[in-house]
C-alpha cells in the first residue's frame, strides 16, 4: 500500500516514544521506506538501534554527525510524508514558532511534504492557551494532527492527552499518502458556524459556534472526493482546500443560501448553529441607553433542518447536528423525526472537550437503525466518523 513512499519519523522525549517502535513496524510491513529523527530525549525512553533494526536505516540524533549530506535537507527532501509521533508540546511549539535549534526541529522547517502531528501530553499541557494557539496556527498553515486521545496518562490521570494508538495513527498516513476517495462524484452540502441576527448596526444576537465541526465535515469530505459546498456564518477560519465557500450573515441568509443548493447535493450536514428567533425589528441607527430597561421583541426563523427534510429527494442523505445541555439522547431523537434526518450528531456541550471553540468532540451517532457514541477525538476524526456512517446508509 505504501512501496515508493518515503515517511521521515520523528521521535520526541515523552513517555509515549515506545509506541514511535511499533508505527515503525506497521509502515514496514506496507511496503514504507521509513527514517528516523530522534531528539536527544528520546534517546533516554527508547535508543536508537532500536529504530535502526526496526527500519533498516540510520537513525538520525544530531545535526552535527559526520555525512556527505547535510542532514536535515536531505531527509527533508526524502519526506513523502514528515510524521512527528510523539510530538510534545516542546516540539509543537518549535513548529510553530519557527525555532529549530536540533536535527527534528530543523528538518520540520524545511520539509516541504504533508505534517502530520500525533500530540502526546498531560491534559493540563494540552489544554494551556500556549499550546492551543500552537496548534490553531499549525492548522491554518495545513499540518495535519491524529488524536491526542483520552485514557490513563503518564501521571495517572484520566484525561485528553494519550497519543493514538500505533495503528490510528498509520491509518491517517495512509489516508495521507494513499487518500480514500469514497465521495468521489457525490455533492456535499455543508453548514457551519453561528448566524449574526443585527439589532442595530453595532450589536447583534448570535451564540458561540466557530465554526470548528462544519468545517472538519466540508475538509474531509473534500479530501474523500467529493464535491463540497460550505455555507459558513462569520468565522475566524481558512477555507479547506478544494472546497467552495459561501459566506452568509443571518438565519434568513443561510435558509436562503441552503435551500437553493440542496436540490443538487447528495448529502446534506447541516452542522451551524442558525439562530431560533431574530429581532422582529433592526433598528437603523444604535440604540442609545435612556435609562431603564429594554423590551426586545423577537420574531421566529425558518427552520432550515425541518425545511431540508421536507424538501428530501429520494436518496438524499439529510445529517443534523444536537448540541445539548440535558437529556441528550432523548432531544437528539426527537429532532431526528421532527426533522425528517436521516442521522443527528448529538453532543453534550457541557462536556469537556465537546463544547464550543475546542478541537475536540464527543458525539453520539443517531439514526434509525441504531446509536453508535464515540470517545472524545479530534474533530476531523469525528468528521470522518461521520461520512463513513453516511456511506453506511447510502449502500443500506
Do not use: W
Not at 509506541?19 to 506497521?26: D, G, L, T, W, Y
Not at 556527505?68 to 510523539?86: G, M, Q, R, T
Amino acid at each position: 500500500m505504501l512501496e515508493g513512499k518515503c515517511v521521515v519519523l520523528g521521535v520526541t522525549g515523552g513517555i509515549a516514544a515506545y509506541k514511535a517502535c511499533e508505527i515503525v513496524s506497521r509502515l514496514k510491513k506496507l511496503g514504507a521506506n521509513v527514517r528516523v529523527v530522534m531528539t536527544e530525549n528520546a534517546c533516554r525512553f527508547v535508543a536508537p538501534l532500536t529504530f535502526e533494526t526496526l527500519s533498516g536505516n540510520q537513525t538520525y540524533v544530531s545535526s552535527f554527525e559526520r555525512a556527505f549530506e547535510i542532514e536535515h535537507i536531505s531527509l527533508a527532501k526524502s519526506a513523502n510524508l514528515f510524521l512527528v509521533a510523539p510530538a510534545t508540546a516542546n516540539i509543537i511549539g518549535k513548529i510553530a514558532c519557527g525555532i529549530a535549534d536540533d536535527l527534528l526541529s530543523t528538518t520540520a522547517m524545511a520539509v516541504t511534504s504533508p505534517t502530520l502531528l500525533a500530540p502526546a501530553m498531560n491534559s493540563a499541557m494540552y489544554r494551556s492557551p500556549a499550546t492551543q494557539a500552537n496548534l490553531e496556527t499549525l492548522r491554518a498553515r495545513g499540518v495535519q494532527f491524529v488524536g491526542p486521545e483520552s485514557g490513563v496518562l503518564a501521571c495517572g490521570d484520566v484525561d485528553i492527552g494519550r497519543m493514538s494508538e500505533p495503528e490510528a495513527v498509520v491509518k491517517r498516513v495512509c489516508e495521507l499518502l494513499c487518500p480514500r476517495r469514497d465521495l468521489e462524484g457525490r455533492r456535499v452540502l455543508v453548514t457551519a458556524g453561528p448566524t449574526r441576527e443585527m439589532l442595530d448596526p453595532v450589536r447583534f444576537l448570535s451564540n458561540r459556534s466557530t465554526g470548528k465541526m462544519g468545517f472538519a465535515v466540508a475538509e474531509a469530505a473534500a479530501a474523500r472526493g467529493a464535491q463540497v459546498t460550505l455555507v459558513s456564518g462569520p468565522v475566524s477560519l481558512n477555507t479547506p482546500k478544494g472546497v467552495e465557500r459561501v459566506d452568509i450573515t443571518s438565519t434568513l441568509e443561510l435558509f436562503d443560501a441552503v435551500t437553493s443548493r440542496a436540490k443538487e447535493a447528495d448529502i446534506v450536514i447541516q452542522a451551524a448553529a442558525p439562530a431560533d428567533f431574530r429581532p422582529a425589528a433592526a433598528s437603523a441607527h444604535k440604540i442609545k441607553k435612556d435609562g431603564g430597561g429594554m423590551a426586545l421583541e423577537l420574531a421566529a426563523n425558518p427552520d432550515i433542518a425541518a425545511q431540508l427534510g421536507r424538501d428530501k429527494r429520494e436518496g438524499q442523505i439529510l445529517v443534523a447536528f444536537a448540541a445539548e445541555t440535558d437529556d441528550l439522547i432523548d432531544n437528539a431523537e426527537k429532532k431526528l423525526a421532527k426533522k425528517n434526518a436521516d442521522m443527528v450528531v448529538a453532543n453534550d456541550v457541557t462536556m469537556p472537550g465537546a463544547g464550543f471553540g475546542v478541537n475536540t468532540n464527543c458525539v453520539t451517532l443517531i439514526t434509525r437503525e441504531d446509536k453508535r457514541s464515540l470517545p472524545l477525538m479530534s474533530k476531523r476524526d469525528v468528521a470522518d466518523a461521520i461520512l463513513d456512517r453516511v456511506l453506511e446508509l447510502m449502500r443500506a
